[in-house]
């Protein structure tokens, strides 16, 4: 899992071990024995560690940035009227109302785990603009999105996630972009974007897996 996210995403290998061994550290990754296959890591583990990339600037705030991001909740004011229910993938589709991003990203990863992602995209009339993905995260602040576009009658699913539990009034704003958090540390803001490529990579990997046996 490491190796293929370093491999799609361009960040160092040196960089996503790392992130990956903190989380371990701090119970946030699944673990076991020896051997390229000895933990049987699972969906949440495999968005754990892409929130950990997304959501962290340094190696050390990834166990914050997973916490940070597990504790989100939809901003149904910015967000699709259904949520996910334009994907029309199941998965997506059943997630409840009250979910976090990392529910979210897990979901997503398991359904494109299952195929339902790539049979989406092959399944599209539209050659010249077939289902894409985005998923976005700030460093610093908590704010996540997870956009579907492309899909059959033009529609679009955008999730975009808050941090819970607190009103929108007392939230700061970020640079006249509106968007509410409690968590901006400085002056200096991140954002970092993955798009269908990374999933369907880590998607992959779940596929062999379960072809060889071992998941």
């Keep these: 899992m490491v190796r293929r996210l370093a491999e799609t995403t361009g960040v160092s290998l040196a960089t996503i071990t790392d992130l990956d061994r903190r989380l371990v550290t701090a119970s946030l990754r699944s673990k076991g024995g020896r051997g390229l296959h000895a933990a049987q890591i699972t969906p949440l583990d495999a968005a754990r560690l ?4 997304l959501g962290s600037a340094q190696a050390n705030l990834a166990a914050n940035a997973v916490d940070r991001y597990a504790q989100t909740q939809v901003d149904r004011a910015r967000s699709s009227d259904k949520i996910f229910g334009a994907s029309g993938i ?15 990203l897990e979901r997503l ?5 299952n195929g339902a992602l790539a049979n989406l995209i092959e399944k599209t009339d539209n050659q010249f603009a077939p289902p894409s993905l985005e998923i976005f995260a700030f460093t610093q602040a908590t704010y996540a999105r997870i956009r579907l576009a492309g899909l059959p009658n033009g529609t679009v699913a955008n999730v975009e996630y808050i941090p819970a539990r607190q009103p929108r009034a007392a939230y700061p704003k970020i640079a006249s972009r ?6 901006i540390a400085g002056d200096l803001e ?26």
């Design 178 to 183: 509106g968007i509410g958090t409690n968590e």
């Design 109 to 113: 990863i398991g359904s494109a785990a």
């Design 90 to 104: 199941a998965d997506l589709v059943a997630l409840p109302a009250r979910h976090s991003f990392v529910d979210g």
């Design 190 to 215: 991140q954002s970092r974007r993955v798009t269908e490529r990374t999933i369907l990579a880590v998607a992959e990997l779940f596929a062999e897996e379960r072809e060889n046996g071992l998941a």
């Design 50 to 53: 892409l929130t950990a990339i």
